[in-house]
């Protein structure tokens, strides 16, 4: 069974617009076939890569008309063509409007079937027929005296070339039976009330007073029944208790003489005021006129003739895109994976320039015999230094070339993961992998630049203390330097700690920099272990480390480090916490977002409303709304990873929010000096300019903007409305639409003819309750309902994706660069070697040896490891803090996994360590 909106040329909000017809349609159909993407089963015109959820149905099935014409454009002539081509042909009748003449009058009239014709039509026609005279026609509740009323009945608003006379605004004409019903007399004072055409379903009702100005005759030919609309619940009714005029009408009200005005008069006015002011107050957001009247005598072909190509389509509501090349631009300005995996990957390339540099460290020591045997035969330094990097220069354009081509393998392996595990990242399996000649260059040309700068680099130094040789001083390091530093990183840490918590605004970026400070103390407090303890002097390891105070510091910042960013990450996971429930955050304080395929007209918060849907009793009659209109376009969240310039549009409530305190901002425009943000959507801050709100990850994301910013929005008549970013909302339920005032929503998207998103709240214990009673009470407008912490999750999927792969990243870098402890062991022996020799020679067993080289890298393996967990929580404490979660478990196994994996490359090290090779070490002396 399908449900969906009938199509019906009068909005449903708009004045007069009948209350009791079915909006809805159903049909049973049978599913004929299952299409996959390759048949057009993903089919979609907007700007979004996920998937879509189409129904495919014939045409007839859903009535002749059509909202939508596809065309091509093989000759590229663009869109600019293509509207001229509709401009020129297109004819009133093609936008609702059509002709007919006044059998009272004889004049040609255009009236539209939409009642309202709207103002920039109605100037386009002026334009091109200067005889043109626009009029309006509208239901008055009651013509009052002091003591008697006329109820329902109309009045027209007219211009002098109609009228036959010139009116003040004030002034009235009266027809005769309205006089001599209330006793008129010409100068007597004539109350007129009339329900307001800018208060929708709420029917507020307005009055004005005028002076009559004049009484017609019988036989007048203002006297005219056509000059009231086609109004579809009115116009050919039996009798006046018949009427659906989708207002309310007191049956008591109406007498018996008013009946007989029906039947002999119908819609005829009963009384006559100028347009201007007629406009003024029944003008509205779907039209300033009822019909466009032509000099008697005109023809209505000529009319309808001379109109064609006269109405500019974008007034009439119609538009040209260019849907090609507007996906290919958003496609094109989304989400760049390319920089973003690149930056994923930076602790990767990090690891690898490190173990590079340790490699070649290595290798070169093992070239020092070769180095003395240059010297002897007469090499020199330069030809020394080119073997070296012919060697090395030879490794490297074998690495980058198999590296460039791994590179394509591991794309493969990553759009392969973003197809299935980590689909909650692009919420789409149809991401195809690249190939092309110059990303693999490029890849090629930047790997090689790199390794020729990291060899570069080694092999200066190298060849540097080569040269110095045994010259090159042993004493070691002073430590008075490094202890300064050591107390101003300590004072700077314990300030900055201090810091975050007086000052909870700034605790995320103050809690950041005191975890970094406390990562500085902890590799500064070991720089100072090794070089100011004296006792370490006497010992043969604080002797060597504290000449080569680089070969125990550095793998330990590497591991220190990768662990500290696999914390951070961690830490910045966005989980839903009991915070967010509240109406300060991301839900509002709401229970449940609802939303409904066809839109509801009622307010649900009124009497009426209530009763329609059965929301005034039992367990439901607590439960409360604030409904939103909706002006589709496309998906601007995290989920769409396109560039969006048309998002959706949200028409809120502006007073509930205010009055609840609901949500909270992250930024606002500069220099708005408001108290509540949400107070902006009521300002006007200039002519088509009204101001919008949005989550901040959306203007960052998808907008590309900021506070302050303007988005050029196409609005309902045609014209460009500057929507300017007031503010950008904390992460919220909200993710992916634009907010404006409700009223400003009315304005611009008149019909939008009901609300289609709700939040709902009511008793925090009966959520489910709420949520079966909506889905009972509204099924014929196809509600889906689901828990508003539950919504704003489901935009925590993109976000945790991410770090979910920068951790696995992040991970493999630091098992990259626990491996790389292998080399620094292997680079501490070959500097060593002839000491171990020595001891060797004087009687320490080859295990002895073995332990004390293992458990000065073994200390180094657990500092780092320290280090990262103590600076990775206190640079996380207020993420920790606010999602109630804990990161001590996972930090725990990750730095177990860590030491064992450090443990076994350091033992695997330590194993070539031979006795055989000592004695010839200390033999070769």
């Not at 700007?47 to 014409?69: K, L, P, T, Y």
């Not at 009272?104 to 009236?111: D, N, V």
Request: aromatic share 10%; hydrophobic share 45%.
């Amino acid at each position: 069974m399908i449900r969906f909106k009938d199509t019906d040329p009068l909005p449903d909000n708009a004045p007069f617009a009948p209350s009791e017809e079915e909006t809805t349609i159903r049909k049973i159909m049978r599913v004929a076939k299952i299409l996959d993407d390759g048949e057009m089963g993903d089919f979609y015109l907007g700007v979004s890569q996920m998937e879509q959820a189409n129904i495919f149905m014939n045409i007839s099935d859903m009535g002749e008309s059509a909202n939508r014409m596809l065309l091509t454009d093989d000759l590229k002539r663009g869109t600019q063509y293509f509207s001229g081509i509709l401009a020129e042909n297109m004819g009133i009748t093609d936008i609702g409007l059509s002709v007919r003449v006044s059998e009272k009058r004889g004049e040609p009239e255009i009236i539209s079937d939409r009642i309202f014709i709207d103002k920039g039509i109605v100037d386009d026609i002026v334009k091109a027929v200067p005889s043109a005279m626009p009029i309006i026609t509208y239901m008055v509740n009651s013509f009052n005296t002091g003591t008697d009323s006329t109820p329902y009945s109309f009045a027209a608003a007219l211009p002098p070339e109609i009228l036959g006379r010139e009116l003040r605004g004030n002034e009235v004409i009266v027809n005769p039976w309205l006089a001599e019903d209330l006793g008129l007399g010409t100068g007597d004072t004539l109350d007129l009330t009339w329900f307001a055409t800018d208060s929708g379903r709420d029917m507020e009702e307005r009055s004005g007073l005028f002076t009559v100005a004049g009484i017609l005759e019988w036989d007048s030919d203002l006297l005219d029944p056509s000059l009231m609309p086609e109004f579809p619940g009115i116009s050919g009714s039996v009798s006046c208790s018949n009427w659906d005029a989708g207002v309310p009408i007191l049956l008591e009200r109406i007498r018996s003489k008013d009946e007989d005005y029906w039947d002999k008069y119908q819609g005829t006015p009963k009384a006559f005021l100028t347009f201007p002011e007629g406009e003024k107050l029944w003008g509205n957001n779907f039209g300033s006129a009822t019909a466009v009247r032509f000099p008697a005598g005109s023809d209505p072909e000529i009319i309808a003739s001379t109109l064609k190509g006269a109405i500019r389509p974008d007034v009439a509501g119609f538009t040209v895109t260019d849907t090609k090349n507007a996906n290919i631009k958003a496609a094109s300005n989304g989400v760049d994976f390319s920089s973003l995996f690149l930056g994923l990957s930076m602790f990767i390339i990090f690891s690898c320039v490190i173990l590079l540099s340790m490699a070649l460290a290595l290798w070169f020591d093992s070239k020092r015999g070769q180095l003395i045997t240059y010297h002897a035969i007469g090499y020199n330094r330069k030809n020394i230094r080119m073997l070296l990097i012919g060697e090395t220069a030879m490794i490297a354009l074998a690495a980058s070339l198999a590296g460039s081509f791994a590179g394509y393998l591991f794309n493969i392996v990553i759009v392969k993961a973003l197809n299935s595990v980590w689909i909650g990242t692009v919420q789409t399996d149809t991401i195809t992998p690249g190939f092309g000649f110059w990303p693999l260059f490029t890849g090629f040309i930047s790997t090689l630049a790199v390794t020729v700068a990291v060899v570069l680099f080694r092999l200066k130094k190298f060849l540097a203390a080569s040269e110095k040789g045994i010259k090159q001083s042993m004493s070691p390091r002073s430590s008075s330097g490094n202890r300064v530093y050591l107390i101003l990183a300590l004072i700077a840490a314990v300030a900055a700690i201090i810091a975050s918590l007086l000052f909870p605004r700034n605790a995320t970026s103050l809690s950041f920099v005191a975890g970094i400070l406390v990562f500085i103390v902890f590799i500064l407090s070991m720089r100072q272990y090794y070089l100011g303890a004296k006792e370490l002097r006497s010992n043969y390891s604080g002797l060597f480390y504290s000449r080569h105070i680089a070969q125990i510091i550095t793998p330990a910042i590497f591991l220190a480090a990768g662990i500290f960013a696999v914390a951070i990450t961690g830490a910045n996971k966005k989980t839903t916490t009991e915070s967010m429930l509240l109406p300060s955050g991301g839900t509002g304080g709401y229970l449940l977002w609802a939303e409904t395929a066809v839109p509801v007209t009622e307010d649900l918060n009124s009497d009426r409303g209530r009763f329609e849907m059965g929301f005034d009793y039992g367990e439901m009659e607590d439960i409360h709304f604030a409904q939103m209109k909706k002006m589709s376009g496309d998906n601007a969240s995290c989920l769409n990873i396109n560039q969006v310039t048309s998002p959706a549009i949200l028409g809120i409530p502006v007073s509930e929010f205010t009055d609840r305190g609901s949500f909270s901002f992250a930024s606002k425009i500069k220099g708005w000096q408001g108290e509540n943000p949400w107070t902006i959507l009521e300002e006007k801050p200039g002519e088509n300019t009204i101001y919008g709100i949005a989550d901040q990850t959306v203007l960052e994301w998808s907008f590309r903007m900021k506070a302050g910013d303007t988005i050029k929005y196409a609005a309902e008549n045609g014209q460009i409305l500057n929507i300017v970013i007031g503010a950008g909302l904390n992460s919220s339920v909200f993710q992916g639409y634009l907010l404006i005032g409700k009223d400003n929503f009315e304005k611009w998207f008149p019909s939008v003819d009901g609300s289609s998103v709700f939040l709902i709240d009511g008793d925090k214990g009966k959520p489910d309750t709420y949520r079966q009673g909506f889905i009972d009470a509204l099924y014929m407008y196809g509600p889906s309902v689901e828990p508003s912490i539950e919504k704003l999750a489901s935009f925590f999927t993109v976000n945790n994706t991410y770090l979910d792969v920068f951790m696995i990243l992040g991970v493999f870098g630091i098992v990259l660069g626990t491996a790389g402890l292998g080399f620094i062991l292997a680079s501490n022996f070959n500097r060593r070697r002839k000491e171990f020799a020595l001891m060797n020679a004087f009687g320490y067993k080859k295990a002895r040896i073995r332990g004390l080289l293992l458990r000065d890298q073994v200390m180094m393996l657990i500092w780092g490891i320290v280090t990262g967990i103590v600076s990775g929580i206190t640079a996380t404490m207020p993420s920790l803090r606010s999602s109630g979660g804990s990161p001590f478990t996972v930090l725990l196994v990750l730095a177990l996994s860590m030491f064992a994996i450090g443990l076994v490359t350091l033992l695997i090290s330590v194993r070539n360590l031979q006795n055989r090779r000592l004695i010839e070490e200390l033999r070769g002396e």
